[in-house]
């Protein structure tokens, strides 16, 4: 078997956690491959609401192994919160995950340092999760970071001790001893609740399972514009968000991989800085926030809304590979008379219809080509031939232009609110 791989094509908050909780019962175990509590995957299901920030969202579906695998980033505080929410729904969640021995531990003074950098950085700050993303990947990269196989050692104590000084040194006299006080103790007892989760070398595990016939889905999180070799860079986390990404972050070869698919709204959102060439900063982006609810699920911050883009999505289809789209929220633009896709870029007077290198500093003016709204309330609509002819119109334009078959429609933020083509 090989392993399939769905991931975000925009800049995160695409619905992957939707997705992947309508398609698990297609697999038997779903592996999230990087990010960490910076991500926020919403699921609604029979009336209930779940948002994941660590944990694959397979979790509520039983038979359905979730594996946290080497390339994610983990915080305890977290984790533990999170996984105290789930079983409050009654899901018996010890025996459902396994956590990687190689995923690397997101430490109190981490999300210090995030705070330090982003202060530090003013003006031009990335608009961080403040999770301890960018400081943890660094420790991971610069091999100096913990890893949750760590906490197995009798040395932890004193690995951690290192650690922490080492960024002691960095923060110098920065203003921080009362957050360490209050987070180090609850840090370290959320370990302790950490310890009915089996720790696993996953690349053994998930490829062992290949080899047994067993399906698995890769999860990804926040989306390829903010992939850290691809996205629009400085502006960007600090992982592969993209395909790639599978391959390092759960230890699955190139030739594992199945099927990609790729998913996207029917416009385009963003949360945090960065450049965002089709962003609508008046009261038409303000609509769609409104009618789309675009508020982060992670830090409750307005999204910025905007058109879709399709040269970053052609770029995101070709770096990725996609062989699926999924497209989502198209209810939210359903009381639009026209609808705005971005053809191209203009750039210094030139019509340009790839991605360009650096666009933080570059003047971009968006080419739109307007197409009719379908102007129908879709979110009751169960097949596609019951859809407005503009609504697959618009499905057609965007396949003929992407060259990738769009087979999932979603048009609500309900699991029922699904459509599979065939
Ligand atoms: P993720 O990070 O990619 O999992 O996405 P988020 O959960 O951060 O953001 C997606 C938001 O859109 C959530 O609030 C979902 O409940 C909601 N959502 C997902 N699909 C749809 C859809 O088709 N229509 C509408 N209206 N909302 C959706
Ligand atoms: P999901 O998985 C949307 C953004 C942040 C910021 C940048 C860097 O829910 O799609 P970081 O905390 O990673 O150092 O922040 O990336 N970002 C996200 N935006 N969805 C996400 O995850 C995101 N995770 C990080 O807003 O601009
Ligand atoms: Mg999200």
Redesign the pocket.
Known sequence: MKVDVLL?LQ????G?GKIVDVVTPDYNIIARFQ?GP????TLIFEGQKQVLHTIPSGIFRKNTVNVIGNGVVIDPITLKAEIEAIEAKGVDVASNLMISRKAHLILPTHKIL?KYSEESKGKKK??????G??PTYMDKTGRNGLRMGDTESPNFKAKYNALVEKHQNILGDYDYQNILNEFESVWFEALEFLKKIPLIDSEHYINQAIKDGKKVLAEG???TM?DIDFGTYP????SNTITAGTCTGLGVAPNRIGDVIGIFKAYCT?????PFPTELDNEIGEEIRKIGHEY????GRDRRCGWIDLPALKYACMVNGATKLAMMKADVLDKFETIQVCTHYEINGEKVDYFPYDITDLEITPVYKEVKGWNKDLTQLQDLKDAPQEFLDYIAYLESELHVPISIVSVGPDRAQTIIRS
């Open positions: 975000g800049w995160g908050d695409e992957k990010g910076n991500a926020g995957h995030d990335i608009g961080s999760t403040l999770k993303i960018g999180a926040q989306g903010l502006f960007v986390t600090s963003r949360v945090g800085s960065g982060g699920a992670t830090t």
